[in-house]
């Protein structure tokens, strides 16, 4: 018979490996949330978790460190960067837009290349037509008119009929930025129908504009060197958020 009090806790042990990162609803992995009711039922100062925070930290360093891999043209960990897991993939998405936005032609295609590579494209498309936020489609927007790819026209052209005014802002705004004619009609069809004052008729203009100017044999966006026109509306509406996840 084995004593009492030296009964085996594999539970607790086997569970104690990891905790979960920081992340949106839903990012917890089976694992760790085991790890976190287990040590509730059951605090020990022997069989503490790890800090979470600590846990965050070397995944920011680690994700760092291989973007800057990819910005220098070197092989990087593609475990890494095409994670699953929903915290990491977020970091990687944060490192590669704020490439994207750089001024460094060099480093924006290599940054739209693992972007494109890694799924991340694909990511930004899934959300603007399935988020449940209205912001987070937004935000799916403007990651796609920051890749400057025109693969990303028929999903913007999609969200011109979101029902959130914003989401139909930032479809706008995106095509407006990758000027493709193919969003000519389409535009010009939401000009006859929209109402809300978030999408006004100048910015619907001026993109058609950059549409008509864009030409269907154009360069890639990528390899340009001037911004697409600037929206113009009021004051309170004028901003445009850079990078948002």
């Known amino acids: 018979m084995t004593p009492i009090g030296d009964a085996p806790k594999p539970v607790v042990e086997a569970a104690q490996a990891s905790a979960p990162g920081a992340a949106e609803a839903g990012a917890v992995i089976t694992a760790a949330a085991v790890t976190s009711s287990v040590a509730a039922m059951a605090p020990s100062k022997e069989e ?19 973007v800057k891999k990819i910005m220098a043209g070197g092989d990087y960990d593609e475990a890494v960067i095409a994670s699953n897991d929903p915290d990491t993939r977020k970091l990687v998405g944060a490192e590669l837009l704020s490439a994207l936005v750089g001024r460094n032609l060099q480093r924006r295609e290599r940054a739209r290349a693992a972007f494109m590579k890694h799924g991340y494209f694909d990511d930004a498309t899934r959300d603007l037509r399935t988020a449940d936020s209205a912001n987070e489609r937004a935000a799916a927007a403007r990651r796609l008119s920051f890749v400057h790819d025109r693969e990303a026209t028929p999903h913007l052209i999609g969200g011109l009929d979101d029902p959130s005014p914003d989401v139909r ?12 004619p193919a969003a000519i009609a389409p535009l010009n069809s939401l000009m006859q129908t929209e109402t809300d004052r978030k999408v006004p008729r100048t910015l619907l203009k001026h993109a058609i504009e950059a549409c008509a100017t864009g030409g269907a044999d154009a360069e890639p966006l990528s390899a340009a060197t001037g911004p697409a026109p600037e929206s113009i509306s009021e004051p309170a509406d004028s901003e445009r958020e850079v990078i948002e996840l």
């Open 169 to 180: 802002r930032a479809s706008v705004e995106a095509l407006m930025d990758l000027r493709d």
């Open 48 to 66: 503490t978790p790890p800090p979470v925070n600590g846990d965050r930290h070397e995944r920011v360093v680690r994700v760092s460190e291989e």
